[in-house]
């Protein structure tokens, strides 16, 4: 119940899914979800704003998510791809850090071991990567390269007998600060193409240096990782890692993921700023009440609505096997954009509170912009897609 003795949370669209989406999922589905919702509400929400501003990871959250059991919600438990993106929506909904360091461990990380590692590989890692037992990281982007980083990678990878030896640098490599593994992806200096490895990072030659001072994600320990001579048995190199082309099939479904995580960051922000709107009072009055407000309002949902409505049809794609990249990438730019206005919209309802943590706007607005940053830029996903529509290419 509100101050103003509204109960916003019996409201007939409460929970921001206002064309119904949800209802597309099976009982258990929908089953599973309300679980899930109630455990980020009870572990996750209320500790978000203190690690946010802390910039510590809450390591004491990790038994618990295990025990939640989040890792490979459609290879490993047989769901749709529309409850993943639903369950990813939901996690940032109650804190895009947490939400980023699933993403991290299970889309990009686990998604490398399920695409790219041979059978024998899988059956030797899996079960403590879903487990949660071995935590993992993705070393993709480097220092003095991000979008270009397809062909212009420079960590590199040398075979000798039965051993690989990289050296190199990434940089911004989300949870390296305490995963036991990072795929690294190197190129290889017999044929220039990239190859993926699995990185024990307690091995000679690897180091992890956290990332400070950033106004995003800050939860999420990043990373600058420096290798130096390390050794790589071959057995950890993935045996379908072989081109940049095969990487990228990992990048395809992970885009979707952060894509996801736009709506989720936009529910985020239309929760806090309808209730604030609600319980300030301004002349007299409930800021709800105010015209303008109102269309504010209306206009963030209007954008979270027709994110989940593309997200939604895009997660049909995929359970179909009719997705395509310039698809991912469309979607993925549109919605990034879409919640860059609409967290700036909620930071506007709560005034000068919206540049604080107290009431929580100030770090959903700080962290939509690494979440329009990551897993392709906005101009390079439009640039895909513009490919894809002309059939003339205007990245150099």
Same mark, same amino acid.
Not at 81 to 95: K, P, Q
């Given at each position: 119940m509100s101050k103003v003795g509204i109960d916003l949370e019996n409201l007939p669209y409460a929970d921001g899914d206002f064309y119904g989406f949800e209802?597309?999922?099976?009982?258990?589905?929908?089953?599973?979800?309300?679980?899930?919702?109630?455990?980020?509400?009870?572990? $996750? &929400?209320?500790?978000?704003?203190d690690c946010w501003n802390r910039g510590e990871f809450p390591m004491d959250l990790i038994p618990k998510l295990a025990e939640i059991d989040l890792v490979s919600p459609v290879r490993r438990q047989?769901?749709?791809? +529309?409850? /993943?993106?639903?369950?990813?929506?939901?996690?940032?909904?109650?804190?895009?850090?947490?939400?980023? @360091?699933?993403?991290?461990?299970?889309?990009?990380?686990?998604?490398?071991i399920e695409s790219l590692a041979s059978q024998e590989q899988q059956d030797a890692w899996l079960p403590d990567i879903y487990a949660l037992k071995k935590l993992g990281a993705f070393g993709l *982007? =480097?220092?003095l390269g991000g979008s270009d980083v397809?062909?212009?990678?420079?960590?590199?990878?040398?075979?000798?007998?039965?051993?690989?030896i990289l050296n190199g640098a990434k940089r911004w490599i989300g949870n390296?600060?305490?995963?036991?593994? $990072?795929? +690294? @992806?190197?190129?290889? #200096?017999a044929d220039s193409q990239v190859?993926?490895?699995?990185?024990?990072?307690? $091995?000679?030659?690897? &180091?992890?240096?956290?990332?400070?001072?950033?106004?995003?994600?800050? *939860?999420?320990?990043?990373?600058?990782?420096?290798? =130096?001579?390390?050794v790589v048995p071959d057995f950890f190199k993935l045996a379908n890692a072989n081109s940049f082309r095969d990487t990228n099939k990992v990048l395809k479904a992970t885009r979707l993921s952060v894509a996801w995580q736009a709506v989720g960051q936009q529910l985020a922000a239309f929760d806090v700023a309808r209730r604030y709107a609600v319980e300030r009072k301004q002349f007299g009055r409930p800021l709800a009440? @105010?015209?303008?407000?109102?269309? !504010?309002?209306? !206009?963030?949902?209007?954008? *979270?609505?027709?994110?989940?409505?593309?997200?939604?049809?895009?997660? !049909?794609?995929?359970?179909?096997?009719?997705?395509?990249?310039?698809?991912?990438? #469309?979607a993925k730019a549109f919605t990034t954009a879409r919640m860059r206005e609409? $967290?700036?919209?909620?930071?506007?309802? #709560?005034?000068?509170?919206?540049? +604080?943590?107290?009431?929580?706007? /100030?770090?959903?607005?700080?962290?939509?912009?690494a979440i329009y940053s990551y897993e392709g830029t906005h101009e390079i996903n439009t640039l895909v897609t513009g490919r894809a529509i002309t059939g003339i290419s205007a990245i150099v």
């Open positions: 209802q597309l999922l099976t009982g258990k589905e929908h089953d599973r979800l309300v679980e899930i919702r109630a455990f980020l509400s009870r572990e $996750v &929400k209320p500790i978000a704003v047989g769901y749709s791809n +529309v409850f /993943a993106g639903l369950v990813h929506a939901e996690a940032t909904r109650a804190d895009a850090s947490i939400a980023t @360091f699933m993403g991290v461990h299970d889309g990009l990380f686990t998604g490398c *982007t =480097e220092p397809a062909g212009g990678t420079r960590t590199t990878a040398r075979r000798e007998g039965d051993n690989w390296a600060t305490f995963s036991d593994w $990072v795929v +690294v @992806f190197a190129r290889d #200096l190859k993926g490895f699995l990185v024990d990072t307690s $091995v000679s030659g690897f &180091k992890a240096s956290k990332i400070e001072n950033k106004i995003s994600l800050r *939860t999420v320990q990043n990373a600058d990782i420096t290798l =130096e001579n390390v009440s @105010f015209q303008l407000v109102q269309q !504010q309002l209306v !206009q963030i949902l209007g954008n *979270t609505v027709g994110s989940m409505g593309m997200m939604v049809r895009l997660a !049909q794609l995929e359970d179909a096997g009719l997705a395509k990249d310039e698809q991912s990438a #469309l609409s $967290v700036a919209l909620g930071r506007g309802i #709560l005034g000068g509170n919206g540049i +604080v943590t107290d009431y929580e706007m /100030a770090k959903i607005f700080a962290d939509a912009e």
